[in-house]
């Protein structure tokens, strides 16, 4: 029996996805046996991620142009080729090569998320649309649990470079891999397209112009911004605020991004049949700002089951949204743009990525307190979900 071709795309796009988030990973992974080697500072991750965020900031907007005269797998291929490139550039082990790594890598991740956009709104039906891309999204975690398990594996055998080349070598082999479905995938490309400075200009246009975009697009400000400041400063929480030793703490973090892979099969299953997707969206910012909130009241007395609860209730939530945001970026997409618009609304996503942990770090180095900070940035997906629920009360309407 032949395969839909929709079951095709979400896995293709899937791996895609989670190979793509394995390379962003592989440096802070690897970052104890560089140091030990180089005797660079652990401490220089955060230089990197902020390269590597900035490149795909870059990337995500300017690939629009590409998206739509290559095709979204050609694209993917492309990602894939220069995610493998930026990971190869770190192996001498200097600094400055650590830099043009994290830009390189960034830049190959950037448009991952749009094309594999633009590929699954072309065959996915629309009542069903958020748990498709709910599926696809399950990469992100997936990509983590890669690099987590695979790299330490490759460190043992190898060395750090032979890791290196090793993750390398995945993402080459998938854009291989992908090769022949290229002519179906990317049966929609505008070879004649000429790629134009001013792409950049219109991919922004496309959130800007539209009010459901924008507001969707803040959303994924707000809420990606949220999970990264979550994931940057919750096992130092626990371990330095509050005492847990490193592998309890961690223990802690994989509960929560257990939850989220799970919360976001459940409500792309839940939007896709019982909640409009604008209003589940809205729920989930009260909810996910008040699981972040709470995170702030843990204090040294709480018991490890209880602080497992906050961390099953942020990860469903916080981590559990993406698919169901996502796929109705592409519903209300013109035709054949899906990609394009998601590019504008997740280059929003990185400036989050950016600017939430900065400012949960600020906010840490004013007050000293980790729970303050939890608490302050709580409060910004209250006020998207209440913006969401206006939105979703007017599209009743």
């Known amino acids: 029996m032949k395969v839909p071709v929709v079951y095709t795309a979400v896995f293709a796009m899937l791996f895609q996805q989670a190979l793509s988030t394995m390379s962003g990973l592989t440096i802070p992974v690897l970052a104890p046996p560089i140091a030990a080697e180089t005797g660079l500072s652990a401490s220089l991750v955060g230089v990197y991620t902020a390269f590597l965020y900035g490149g795909s900031m870059v990337s995500s907007l300017a690939g629009g142009g590409f998206l739509l005269r290559y095709g ?50 072309r065959y996915t039906n629309p009542s069903t649309a958020p748990l498709i891309f709910s599926i696809k999204q399950t990469g992100v975690p997936v990509g983590g649990v890669i690099a987590g398990a695979l790299l330490p594996v490759f460190v043992d055998l190898f060395g750090w470079r032979g890791a290196l080349v090793c993750a390398a070598s995945m993402a080459l082999a998938l854009a291989l891999i992908l090769q022949p479905f290229r002519a179906e995938f990317d049966s929609d490309r505008q070879p004649q397209r000429s790629l134009k400075l001013t792409d950049l200009r219109a991919t922004l246009g496309a959130v800007l112009r539209d009010a459901r975009v924008r507001e969707l697009a803040f959303g994924l400000f707000a809420f990606t911004g949220l999970q990264l400041a979550f994931a940057s400063f919750f096992v130092s929480f626990l371990s330095l605020g509050m005492s847990w030793s490193l592998t309890d703490a961690g223990i802690a973090y994989s509960i929560a991004m257990t939850a989220g892979i799970a919360g976001r099969l459940f409500w792309g299953w839940v939007g896709s049949l019982y909640v409009p997707p604008v209003l589940l969206l809205s729920l989930l910012g009260f909810a996910m700002g008040v699981a972040c909130m709470a995170i702030g009241l843990i204090d040294i007395s ?46 929003f996503a990185y400036v989050g990525m950016i600017a939430f942990p900065g400012t949960f770090g600020l906010i840490l180095a004013l007050t000293d307190s980790y729970q303050t900070a939890f608490a302050i940035l709580g409060a910004i997906p209250i006020v998207v979900g209440a913006m969401l629920f206006v939105s979703a009360l007017r599209q009743r309407n």
């Open 72 to 121: 979204a797998l050609r694209v993917s291929q492309a990602c894939l080729l220069v995610v493998a490139t930026g990971l190869l550039i770190n192996m001498p082990g200097y600094i400055y090569l650590f830099a043009l790594g994290a830009l390189v890598t960034g830049l190959g991740g950037g448009p991952s998320t749009p094309a594999s956009s633009q590929i699954l709104a």
């Open 302 to 347: 709480w018991q490890k089951p209880a602080v497992w609860a906050i961390a099953v209730a942020y990860g469903a939530t916080g981590i559990g949204y993406q698919g169901v945001l996502l796929a109705e970026i592409a519903r209300i997409s013109p035709p054949g743009m899906a990609g394009v618009v998601t590019g504008g609304a997740v280059f």
